[in-house]
């Protein structure tokens, strides 16, 4: 039997406890076996102005999941040509991990763009997709697709994007995410 694993593809930058309280929630009240977050090196649909390098956004999440049993941080998309689309970081895992079974978790404010992810059909029809709720956002025409499954997970309202503003303006962020990767976002001075 194969091996189910959950992929949660994103930039972390940076990693916070929204991310890895859903990913626990999934983990908790689903049949996935392991959760990968993998770190994106380049998101198509975002601008990369602000985002860390590739491998200090990799250093936050392994510091961010640091001894959960079943959660990883993978740099698999970093050997892959850019932009990375998620469609051909799936073929490539498939080839590399034969004996695994992979699902894909996204938010719904994701879900609501989908239909702009190369070659969404070909994810839509072969992976099952976990749905996280998004406050103002809803699942529209995937609701009632059958690889679609809505995660009834708390909702989180916290962004990287509002930690990084916090961070410029001066404010303390501390328990927006783990102390680890508070530790080194404050000693390196990351987004100030």
């Known amino acids: 039997m194969k091996k189910e694993t959950a992929l949660y593809f994103g930039s972390f930058n940076p990693p916070h406890i929204g991310h890895t309280a859903i990913a626990n929630y999934i983990l908790n009240n689903s049949d996935v076996d392991e959760l990968w977050f993998m770190v994106s090196p380049q ?9 860390l390098p590739a491998r200090t956004r990799l250093e936050l999440c392994r510091l961010a999941l640091e001894d959960h049993p079943k959660m990883r941080a993978s740099d ?36 609501q763009n989908f239909h702009k992810w190369k070659s969404y059909e070909t994810i839509l029809e072969n ?11 809803n699942a529209g025409d995937y609701e009632k697709h059958p690889t ?21 303006d001066g404010n303390d962020v501390r328990f927006f ?16």
Request: proline residues 8%; glycine residues 4%.
């Open 127 to 137: 992976y099952r997709i976990l749905v996280y709720p998004r406050p103002g956002f």
């Open 177 to 192: 995410m783990r102390s680890q990767v508070y530790q080194m976002i404050d000693r390196e001075g990351l987004y100030f």
């Open 43 to 51: 998101n198509p649909l975002k601008k990369s102005s602000s985002l």
């Open 148 to 168: 679609v499954q809505i995660i009834d997970a708390p909702l989180m309202q916290i962004s990287s994007s509002y930690i990084r503003k916090e961070i410029k």
């Open 76 to 111: 698999f998309e970093f050997n892959l040509p850019r932009p990375s689309y998620t469609v051909h970081t799936l073929i490539q895992l498939e080839e590399k991990f034969p004996d695994r079974l992979f699902s894909i978790i996204m938010g719904m404010d994701n879900l």
